[in-house]
């Protein structure tokens, strides 16, 4: 019984060693260099905005009544890139 147990995991693991190598023959290569995207000209990372922001005073309170960080969301205000 534990040869045939033996024999079934070991033709398992063949089938699955083809299956995955038949997979990998079909699958699609990466581009070459000149088929790659290029990253645009500027100095930032994609997706990236570049953006000025001045902190708003924030109200001081005592230990029990702290303002947690998720309350602070969005306490700040948009300042022009003429202004600096």
């Known amino acids: ?4 147990i033996g ?3 070991v033709a398992v693991l063949m089938a699955g060693f083809v299956l995955g190598s038949r997979l ?3 699958a699609t290569h990466p581009p070459v260099p000149p088929e790659r995207p290029c ?6 990372l ?7 922001r001045r902190a708003v ?3 001081r ?13 969005g306490r700040t205000e948009r ?3 003429s202004e600096n």
């Open 1 to 4: 019984m534990h040869v045939f």
């Open 46 to 52: 994609p997706g990236e905005t570049s953006e000025f």
């Open 7 to 9: 024999l079934v995991v």
């Open 39 to 44: 990253r645009p000209p500027t100095d930032r």
């Open 79 to 81: 300042v022009a890139a």
């Open 24 to 26: 990998q023959r079909e």
């Open 61 to 73: 309170r005592d230990r029990k009544q702290r303002l947690r960080p998720y309350q602070l969301r």
């Open 57 to 59: 005073a924030v109200p």
